[in-house]
């Protein structure tokens, strides 16, 4: 009798693909064919050590031995020194659930990124898929809501808004349509969680999905998903005709009386259409321009009608919370930022990935302890946190823990929970002046101080660093900034100020400034 194929995992995520995964995944089959061994490649998620991608694990019959980075060319050496039954050689890591990067982390939304084949339905029920969807079919929707609101969920898209809030109001507000809608048009730099989510573990979002549908009474279920995102779009049109196929989406949910279908919908390629109200503009088959509220979108939303928008990770993390309980989750994090949050890091730092954990670890701790330092090696200058209009937060201020309020003390934000790492040779002045320059091109143009202000910051700046009236430049840059601030329609205009003031706070002489100009806001003013 011939041996049984030995499973070889190779990521699909386009991390690793872009890292040559594919030809690796063909280097396998072919190397494994040419020495008559029996092999069956399966295209896995990620588990997020991007800087060992690809990532190729072995299952074994003492557990999957991981390898990495692997490139096509190493596949024959591989193999050769025992790869396929968990051999040694420098690119051997051991069992990856016991690399320190993975094994300090909690992960609840991304417990299965990296362990299945994203688009096998019977293996993300085998490892805990669909307990949280039956959970939620036994129950009322009023008794849903509450147990969201139990666990203290807040939305992960960057706003932080309490996500049992919303979804009450969407519950409580009467109408004969109403609908969930899935924002992934996850744009900010060094963001990556909800890619990985939709790449590693599509059932999870679509679970997370139809939980909302059946517990508010939504019958349909769009995705709005980044343009930029191909290997997204192909995983979820396939996940989506196999939970149509299963019943895990259609006429009766897993069984049920309840019905909830889920459409995907490409987004306009426009970083505006991340803000709620423009990404319902654009689904509707608009320009994506912002509304002006109220009425919020839970109470009219797409086509008028009550809507829960949330973001992928947001939604991702419904199904454990219904399948462990609300006080479970709850039980996790710190203060008013409660569960886990997906934090993305990159920039200059030396082991870039994703990293699951309650909120309240410190940015030091997840910089040297997860990420290793610089990738240079020079000091840490900046951290920017939450997007491209987060802060920029200096070394002094590492640690800061991580979680919506303690970052509010920094004049800071957490956002989607993106952390860009800069080492000391970078301009703070060319990335205060980015930070404008991308407000100017993304906005919507429906208001007037993120329209014109952005653009008038983008020449006020370079007014400074050229040492054109200096003072009188950053008095004029702070009024620009208060004004954007506070008369901009959304969070585009409304955030832009952050990383500009940051900047010029912590590095003023990066402007060519000297620290008592820049110490307090309107400093200079004639």
Not at 77 to 96: E, F, N
Not at 103 to 118: E, H, I, K, W, Y
Not at 140 to 145: I, L
Not at 195 to 217: C, K, N, Q, S, T
């Amino acid at each position: 009798m011939s041996a049984a194929p030995v499973r070889v995992f190779v990521p699909r995520d386009a991390a690793a693909r872009s890292l040559g995964a594919d030809a690796v995944a063909r280097a396998v089959e072919a190397e494994a064919a040419r020495r008559g061994t029996p092999v069956t490649v399966v295209r896995n998620g990620s588990r997020g050590m991007l800087w060992l991608e690809p990532l190729v694990e072995v299952e074994t019959a003492a557990g999957r031995v991981g390898y990495g980075p692997v490139r096509a060319a190493d596949v024959p050496g591989l193999l050769a020194q025992g790869m396929l039954t968990g051999g040694t050689h420098p690119l051997r890591i051991g069992r990856p659930e016991a690399h320190p990067f993975l094994a300090r982390q909690q992960r609840l939304v991304f417990a299965r990124c990296g362990v299945t084949d994203p688009l096998d339905l019977a293996a993300y029920e085998a490892h805990g898929g669909l307990a949280g969807l039956r959970a939620a079919l036994g129950r009322s929707g009023a008794q849903v809501v509450e147990e969201v609101t139990t666990s203290g969920l807040r939305g992960r898209g960057g706003a932080g808004f309490p996500t049992g809030i919303k979804w009450k109001t969407v519950l409580d507000t009467p109408a004969t349509q109403k609908y969930v809608v899935c924002n992934a048009d996850e744009g900010d730099s060094g963001t990556f969680s909800d890619r990985m989510v939709m790449e590693g573990d599509p059932y999870l979002l679509l679970e997370g999905m139809a939980i909302a549908g059946v517990a508010l009474g939504a019958t349909v279920g769009w995705i709005y998903l980044r343009s930029e995102y191909p290997d997204a779009e192909r995983v979820l049109t396939e996940a989506i005709a196999r939970a149509r196929a299963a019943g895990l989406l259609g006429p009766r949910v897993l069984g049920s009386d309840r019905a909830f279908d889920v459409e995907l919908r490409r987004g306009a390629g426009a970083y505006v259409c991340g803000e709620e109200t423009a990404l319902l503009e654009s689904l509707e088959g608009k320009r994506g321009i912002v509304r002006y509220r109220p009425p919020v979108p839970a109470v009219a939303g797409l086509w008028g009608k009550p809507t829960a928008l949330n973001n992928v990770v947001t939604l991702a993390s419904v199904p454990w919370i219904l399948a462990h309980g609300g006080a479970a989750y709850r039980a996790l994090g710190t203060g008013r930022s409660r569960g886990t949050l997906p934090f993305q890091l990159a920039g200059n730092v030396k082991h870039g990935g994703l990293v699951e954990a309650p909120f309240g670890l410190t940015l030091r701790q997840l910089i040297e302890d997860f990420g290793g330092g610089t990738r240079s090696g020079l000091p840490v200058k900046a951290v920017q946190v939450g997007g491209p209009l987060g802060a920029y937060l200096p070394e002094a201020d590492l640690d800061v823990p991580l979680d919506y309020e303690a970052l509010t003390t920094k004049d800071a934000i957490l956002g989607h929970g993106g952390v860009v790492v800069f080492d000391e040779t970078c301009d703070m002045a060319a990335l205060a002046r980015y930070a404008m320059e991308f407000c100017a091109i993304e906005s919507c143009g429906k208001c007037t101080p993120c329209r014109i202000g952005s653009t008038r910051g983008v020449e006020v700046i370079d007014r400074i660093v050229a040492g054109t009236q200096r003072a009188k430049n950053v008095a004029l840059l702070e009024d620009l900034c208060e004004t954007l601030t506070h008369a901009s329609l959304c969070a585009l205009g409304g955030l832009t100020p952050l990383p500009v003031r940051s900047a010029l706070k912590h590095f003023p002489e990066d402007f060519g400034l000297e620290r008592a100009v820049a110490a307090r806001p309107g400093a200079g003013r004639p």
